[in-house]
């Protein structure tokens, strides 16, 4: 059986007010799971208490069948990478120290952490010899949040938590970055607890979505279920336009490229009933063909959902 973190009847009460009312959720070792809702919904205390940077006022939380309080702090939080929505380098030390920050804590010397940066920098597009040595004043938004990225990586996690990490940044920023998490997810089958306010985000990278709102778990399943079926209106208004579109409506807006003679090896083919939700899912392993010769690609897909 996979690990699990399960979350059984939790509460997280401020001032007599629940942030976070009697949840209870699995989520599944090797997931992509996307919490997603408005500001205060609950959705980034839900996440906090994974590492134990927020205690639940009731409930518990299981890893591996065992209550996460009785876990030592410090070890637990050496097994979980985090990427902050402020990415919080520090100012003063260079890229490579700043990545091999979890590293060292494990008692990793900086000449023995620098391959193991060296390689996931290469990952995440941006060239050790040329970065490595900077300091954080010295790289973009988005070149930070890669660092960020690197460092929740770096001492090989269990679980890495994503809270909002791409909000502040530009869409072409945040759409390289969003394929930057699907390309390590494939890869490196990671749990990821990932944390949007973006239901378009949630769509694109949850294997599974919980839709928070006022501290409740309004529903769980995939990006399909939850469009297709909402548990209730509130549901349905969040997701309103990737329901009522589908690839018909992309085809009608001039997006797609016209290809000839398309591989079946490159391409995944679809039909005329496919959704816009079942499309994202779809493209985040190949691109896709409609009718043969319609070509259809994630940037295709995010213009789209733009645009309407």
Known sequence: MKSKLQFKHIYVTYNKVDAVHDLNLEINSGELFVLVGASGCGKTTTLKMVNRLQTPTKGQILYKNQDISKFPLRKMRQNIGYVFQNIALFPNMTILENAAIQLRAKNVSLSKAKPIVTRLMKKVGLDPKTYLNRM?????????????????????????????????????????????????????????????????????????????????????????????????????????????????????????????HPNDQQYIRVDKGISIPQLAEKLKSNPIIFEGKYLITTKDLLSFISEN
């Open 136 to 260: 954080p004043s010295e790289l973009s938004g988005g070149q930070q949040q890669r660092v960020g990225t690197v460092r929740a990586l770096a001492a090989d996690p269990d679980i890495i938590l994503m809270d909002e990490p791409f909000s502040a940044l530009d869409p072409i920023s945040r759409e390289k970055l969003q394929d930057l998490v699907l390309n390590l997810y494939n890869e490196l089958h990671k749990t990821i607890i990932f944390v949007t306010h973006d239901m378009n985000e949630a769509i694109r990278l949850g294997t599974r979505i919980g839709v928070m709102e006022h501290g409740h778990l309004l529903q769980v399943g995939t990006a399909d279920d939850i469009v297709t079926h909402p548990a209730n209106k509130t549901v349905a208004a969040m997701f309103h336009n990737q329901r009522s579109a589908n690839i018909a409506d992309m085809i009608a807006g001039g997006f797609y490229k016209l290809v000839d």
